[in-house]
């Protein structure tokens, strides 16, 4: 079945850029997403990419998307302390609506 | 982005009582809405899809008779947890698809659902 995998944690100093990593299966997905959630909340919608796309930029983030080896990125340019929160990746399921996420990331940011 | 509203966002329940949680979807029509379930730490897992003016489509394991979902209109969805128990206790949260007929969702706030 679908699945998708990211990396639990990852910790950056104030400034530097952050790299969240996430593998998918499903190879008929058209779109995928980057969500963000604060503790307490819902979950913010960061950015998403067609599948056709290489790559797509929106200010400090920066998406990556590798179909051949679906694997999809986020790169934020000078990662804040407003930065820290959890990370989800997710692809839609063609046809479906439906998302699968992943496990998230825990991004902690160290002034 | 589009705006989704959860009510209540927090609620204590005695075990035993009922409790609905409202979802809307307030500046797009939104023909399909999800309900999740997030335990502490852990990612979203969906319960079910809930289609306008149609029977909500649970998930594998969700009892549909305990998690009642009504889609009465194209920016409202409502969650009921009947005869709550402490294991139900948990955040909630819904989202609303089908904006622009693209798959993407956008998430209400959570509602922290406690059953003492």
């Known amino acids: 079945g679908e699945d998708v995998e990211q990396s639990l944690f990852l910790s950056v100093r104030e400034g530097d850029s952050s790299v969240i990593n996430c593998t998918y299966t499903?190879?008929?997905?058209?779109?995928l997403y980057w969500y963000k959630q604060e503790p307490g909340a819902g979950l913010q919608l960061l950015t998403y990419?067609?599948?056709?796309?290489d790559m797509k930029q929106d200010q400090r983030l920066t998406v990556l998307l590798n179909k051949k080896d679906k694997h999809l990125s986020l790169r934020i340019a000078d990662t804040q302390t407003g930065d820290s929160a959890i990370y989800f990746c997710?692809?839609?399921?063609?046809?479906?609506?439906?998302?699968?996420f992943g496990q998230g990331t825990t991004l902690q940011v160290k002034p | 982005g589009a705006v989704v509203s959860q009510h209540p966002s927090r609620v204590i329940c005695k075990s035993g009582t009922s409790v609905k949680i409202e979802c809307r979807s307030l500046?797009?029509?939104?023909?399909?809405m999800f309900w999740y379930r997030q335990f502490p730490k852990q990612s979203l897992m969906l319960m079910a899809t809930?289609?306008?003016?149609?029977?909500?489509?649970?998930e594998q394991g969700v009892e549909k008779d305990k998690f009642l979902i009504n889609h009465a209109s194209l920016t409202l969805s409502t969650l009921t947890v009947t005869s709550a128990h402490p294991e139900d206790s948990s955040f909630y949260i819904c989202?609303?698809?089908?904006?622009?007929?693209?798959?993407?969702?956008?998430f209400g706030p959570g509602t922290r659902l406690t059953v003492l």
């Open positions: 500046d797009f029509q939104a023909t399909t």
């Open positions: 997710a692809e839609s399921i063609a046809g479906t609506g439906k998302l699968i």
């Open positions: 499903d190879s008929s997905s058209t779109y």
């Open positions: 809930s289609n306008e003016g149609s029977k909500a489509t649970y």
């Open positions: 990419i067609f599948s056709n796309m």
């Open positions: 989202s609303a698809g089908g904006r622009g007929g693209t798959d993407t969702q956008y």
